[in-house]
């Protein structure tokens, strides 16, 4: 007796004609972010500036030295801008291991704790990135003859936009009754 699988009982995704048979499921981008799309656009400039940067540097043989810094600030504002969709998804790192052995109530206090001490920490941020902003002035960068602040002016909005989504979905939580700590399986919706 062999261990193989049956090759008969497996989904066919050659056709009888040879031709590969597939269909696509339709995207929808209704549903997408705000954050999503800025998220995007960010990427996008930020994959011009590094072809720009490779086209200066092996075709033109003369690199223009601009391009990594404001690489490295455009890579600052995808992240920023795209942790702010990991908290409108609820999908951060987290341990759910510990809430399939509490009681309810526990449970219960636990997820509310979580979100007020998310909700705490992206609130501090903001209000710590702003202070820093202050302090620095007229900073300018060190290639660019731009201020640093607009750099850390991403940074504050995109803090300021994981703690309105943390604020939405302490609500969403509230509205439902528990959290994805304790049903792994929902997904984050404002249902």
Known sequence: M?????????????????QFHATDEEVYLSGTPIEAWVALGFFWVLGATVF????TRYVLNNS???TEEIARYLLIAVVFTGATIGVAKNNHIQVDFFYKFMPQWLSNVMNTLVDIMRIGFFGAATF???QMMEKLGNYKMTIVDLPMNLVYGVVLLGFAAMCIRAIWVMKIHWQRGYTVLQRPESEMTDR
């Open 2 to 18: 062999s261990n193989l699988p049956d090759l008969d009982a497996m989904p066919k995704v050659m056709g009888d004609d040879g």
């Open 52 to 55: 720009y940067q490779f086209f």
């Open 64 to 66: 223009a030295s601009w």
């Open 128 to 130: 710590l990135t702003y």
